[in-house]
């Protein structure tokens, strides 16, 4: 397989502020992205780049469930004026930062959007990290067989910046082919399948979870398990709780903490086929360095 070439993004920070408006471009693309915090956008909504047609996501978190991450899926011909009347939307309170993506060029149309708009929002509805919070799906627009790969080709590289701008809300884990990064947790009757991916193990359909948990778990763990219940990527299924799809975690002891209902290190609970754990297979990939 070819090595992947390199890409080159670009963070513009505005105002000299890491927490503050950012503009992210990618080299060789005529898109751009446009990240603000909720309570700066009111002093840059004037700003050209929010004048034009695009794309935008409201992003935040479940006022009272932190671990439920919430996004909000738009277009618009202008930008700031539809972010604006989000803002003053009570439904749309959750939403703490914005990402706006345009064109430089001024070429991305209202058909664009839309096109862009459906795709991004029957992404998401595939993907359990973020609860999408739009009632409908969009509309669908027929557009001429090149501009659909051109604009599929914008949403690829939406997929690239959004993960460098601290929201990867369109991001699928690629999980390894190789046997040996397959692990296996088994305990207590439980079982459960994890799959290694460049962003932490990805739980596999079918695996085993605990209804109950120990009153020492944490708060931050707690919440997971009855979001994961809540959108339906565990139900009830003979006195267990099982995985009806996959599932990414960011790190090994969260998938376990999460499906044993207590606190323990994921590098020595899962082992794969023969018996090793993370932690020695990781050991002795160091010492093979």
């Known amino acids: 397989m070819a090595k992947s070439r390199g890409i080159t993004i670009t963070n513009y920070l505005a105002t000299g502020d890491p927490e503050g408006v950012i503009f992210a471009y990618m080299s060789n693309w005529t898109g751009q992205a446009i990240k603000i915090p909720r309570n700066l956008f009111a002093e840059n909504k004037d700003i ?32 700031s004026e539809r972010i604006i009347q989000h803002l003053r939307d009570a439904e749309k309170a959750f939403a703490e930062t914005i990402i706006c993506f345009s064109s430089k060029d001024e070429n991305l149309t209202v ?30 627009i027929n557009l001429p067989k090149m501009v659909q790969d051109e604009m599929d080709d914008y949403f690829d590289n939406m997929k690239v910046i959004l993960p460098t701008l601290g929201y990867s809300v369109l991001h699928q884990s690629k999980s390894t082919s190789k046997k040996s990064e397959v692990f296996h947790l088994e305990v207590s009757g ?31 763990y707690s919440n997971l398990r009855k979001t994961l219940q809540e959108k339906g990527v565990v139900e009830i299924k003979f006195g267990k709780l099982v995985f009806i799809e996959n599932y990414e975690f960011t790190s090994s002891s969260t998938a376990a903490a999460i499906i044993l209902g207590y606190s323990v ?20 990939k160091i010492g093979a360095v």
Not at 112 to 133: A, C, M, N, P, V
Not at 190 to 216: F, R
């Open 48 to 79: 050209n780049e929010l004048k034009r047609p695009g794309i935008y996501f409201l992003l935040g978190h479940n006022t009272t469930n932190p671990d439920d991450r919430m996004v909000y899926i738009g277009e618009a011909n202008n930008l």
């Open 111 to 140: 058909s664009h959007t839309k096109y862009l708009e459906l795709k991004t929002i029957r992404h998401i509805s595939s993907s359990s990290e973020f609860r999408l919070t739009n009632r409908k799906d969009g509309n669908s």
């Open 190 to 220: 439980y079982k459960a399948v994890g799959i290694l991916t460049s962003n932490g193990i990805e739980i596999q359909k079918g695996s085993e979870m605990k209804i109950d948990e120990t009153p020492s778990l944490s708060g931050s």
């Open 265 to 284: 290190n994921g590098r020595v609970a899962w082992k794969d086929k023969y018996g090793k754990t993370l932690k020695e297979i990781e050991d002795e």
